[in-house]
């Protein structure tokens, strides 16, 4: 299909994007607080356990450390103010597949939808399981495949929640992101309540160059990862022009407010030294306040970071399925959404078994995190430049569309998301090597299925 037949395809009125109540079809039902729950679940994970150790050594100083965080949250907000303006003016459950077919084409999303299935969330689900089994084996060892264990249960457990129904899923993600939300402010609050402060660092530690500020950035932005993820809750979220940007907006703020205090936390006790040190800073911490046996709270920190991801992972990476399903008659079985439960049940089946799939591969070996993060970092970036590239295209091509929000200092604001993000594809370019040229491999072995996804069809079953 040409771009001009495609566009001719998508020429929907506003009406045509907005998901539908009647049974079978997604249901509005989400609410700012399920929306922000999501969200700081999906972004809290794992990584504010381990990036501030990596980021310390790339910095000069203690304010440049902090510094570089509130950048990152600056960048991660400007990014979330174009998602609130597409999400609010498209709702639509396949979210950036949506965009970019409207967009730049049909091809290029079908390339999308291949990367999102093999690459980037399927992977992100096994590889937050995995986090999960590393730290449930510490808790209660069942042996050698402790973690495996651990992980494909987990990935279970939360497929048959997702199962029962969007009620359940809500519920289990709000717990889940509160207890993830109050183990930080614990740890936060036992170290700089208890802690002793760290002794001063020598003058070259806070004069000496600024280090290698790029990388952090990658760093610091794959911690902050997980906002965009908002697209794919817009066809179900109530009133989602005006909920959408509080969404987005509430749960930055949240998110970065919570990492300057675990930071400011990390500092106190271990001084910027102590970070570059660590391994394990947050257990480093608290052992250094507590004593030795403070490493279980540490543990059960990171089980709940790790179980609130993975469950908000499930929960929005099965709708991208569905919406494939829906486009492509080959796929057509995945395209179903069960009325009762509000759920695209057949979407979560197949998640869930491929990201089984890749457990079971992982449990012979064990490919670690970073490697994970080096397969998907480049194909993450390449597709998020391609979401910005969009949002100008579609305001240029679509000025009529209502938009209840617009992302402001237009167009400053989407120049610098585009700019960040393709600085951030150069750098994971540089800093991945051998990992993200196969994540560009796999990327590539998905032609055949863009070329399937061309033939001609009757029409477009979603808008």
């Known amino acids: 299909m040409s771009i001009a037949t495609h566009r001719e395809a998508d020429a929907s009125p506003l009406a045509a994007d907005a998901p539908t109540a009647a049974a079978g079809a997604p249901r509005q039902s989400l609410t700012v607080v399920d929306g922000v729950a999501i969200l700081v679940g ?176 990658v760093l610091i932005l794959l911690t902050y990862g997980g906002w965009n993820e908002a697209a794919y809750l817009s066809a179900e979220m109530r009133d989602v022009k005006r909920n959408m940007p509080r969404v987005l907006v509430a749960s930055i703020l949240t998110i970065l407010a919570l990492y300057l205090l675990i930071n400011l936390a990390y500092l106190h006790v271990l001084g910027l030294e102590g970070l570059r040190d660590s391994d394990v800073v947050a257990a480093d911490t608290l052992r250094r306040v507590l004593g030795p046996g403070a490493s279980l709270i540490v543990a059960l920190a990171v089980c709940f970071a790790a179980l609130s991801t993975l469950n908000a992972t499930i929960f929005t990476g099965a709708r991208l399925y569905y919406s494939i399903g829906r486009d492509l008659p080959l796929f057509g079985r995945i395209g179903l959404w069960e009325g009762r439960a509000n759920m695209p049940v057949n979407a979560i089946l197949a998640q869930s078994v491929i990201a089984l799939m890749l457990v079971g591969f992982g449990a012979g070996t064990r490919v670690g995190f970073q490697a994970m993060v080096e397969y998907t970092a480049p194909v993450f970036w390449f597709f998020l430049l391609l979401v910005g590239i969009s949002f100008f295209l579609l305001r240029r091509r679509d000025p009529g569309r209502e938009r209840a929000f617009r992302a402001p200092l237009y167009p400053l604001t989407p120049a610098i998301f585009c700019l960040t993000c393709a600085y951030l594809l150069y750098a994971s370019l540089v800093y991945t090597g051998l990992g993200g040229l196969v994540g560009i491999g796999v990327l590539l072995a998905g032609l055949p299925f863009v070329l399937i996804g061309r033939r001609p069809r009757a029409a477009l079953r979603q808008g």
């Open 42 to 217: 999906l972004v809290v994970g794992i990584g504010i356990f381990r990036t501030p150790q990596i980021v310390a050594a790339n910095v000069g100083s203690e304010w440049a450390f902090i510094a570089v965080w509130i950048a990152g949250g600056a960048i991660t907000l400007i990014g979330a103010f174009i998602y609130a303006e597409l999400g609010s003016a498209y709702p639509n459950t396949g979210g950036e597949y949506h965009y970019l077919r409207r967009a730049i084409g049909r091809p290029v999303a079908l390339l999308f939808a291949w990367a999102r299935l093999t690459v980037i969330q399927t992977g992100a689900i096994a590889a937050v399981a995995f986090v999960f089994g590393d730290y449930a084996q510490e808790i209660l060892p069942l042996g050698p495949f402790g973690p495996a264990l651990y992980a494909a249960g987990a990935i279970l457990v939360f497929t048959f929640v997702n199962l029962m129904g969007s009620k359940q899923s809500r519920g289990m993600q709000l717990a889940f992101s509160v207890l993830t939300v109050l183990g930080l402010v614990v740890i936060a609050g036992i170290a700089l309540g208890l802690g002793e402060p760290a002794a001063a660092p020598p003058p070259a530690a806070e004069t000496g160059p600024m280090g290698a500020i790029g990388l952090a950035m």
